[in-house]
């Protein structure tokens, strides 16, 4: 069964192997990272730890059983008891309900982890399945989200409010 795990410097390389292997995919409804970044992968890889680290924001991973990273779920900008949510999952699981559960859990663990109570999304109009999603995981269209924000596509930003429950599985 998959596990949510936190990002750490051991699951680099696996995080990197994601990356690659669903580029392609991430690219038809998100903005490519581009080739710097794979070419700058650790070094990005080890900023993010550092933010980390700082409490600005908090990195997961959802690992397959053969250790395989089959989906990312940041929390960043943590600040005021609110964070940003951002999330992709692999090609070969979506469409399944891994990124809706996975979300869920995420605003559980966001809640009782990190003290969150508001979590925001944006996402690009086009991206039906990502809206979807965020919806089916209690979110609410709150407005548009400026096109700089979602790499210059139009898009929307969504909001949920966190509410610790007395008990999580996670």
Request: net charge neutral; with cysteine; charged share 20%.
């Amino acid at each position: 069964m998959p596990e949510l795990k936190q990002l750490h410097v051991g699951r680099a390389p696996a995080v990197l192997a994601f990356e690659l292997a669903n580029r392609a995919y991430f690219a038809a409804s998100v903005s490519d990272r581009g080739d710097d970044f794979f070419a700058q992968f650790t070094d990005r890889y080890n900023a993010l730890l550092a933010e980390q680290e700082a409490g600005i924001c908090a990195f997961y991973v959802l690992v397959a059983e053969d250790s395989s990273v089959l989906g990312r779920f940041n929390l960043v900008d943590i600040e005021d008891q609110s964070a940003e949510l951002g999330y992709r999952v692999a090609q070969h699981v979506a469409g399944c309900g891994v990124a809706t559960a996975t979300v869920r859990d995420v605003c559980q663990l966001a809640a009782a982890q990190h003290g969150l109570r508001t979590l925001r999304a944006a996402t690009a109009r086009r991206n039906v399945a990502s809206q979807k999603v965020l919806t089916n995981a209690g979110f609410v269209l709150v407005g548009p989200a400026d096109p700089a924000h979602i790499g210059g596509k139009p898009g929307t930003w969504y909001q949920r409010g966190l509410v610790l429950q007395p008990y999580s599985a996670i």
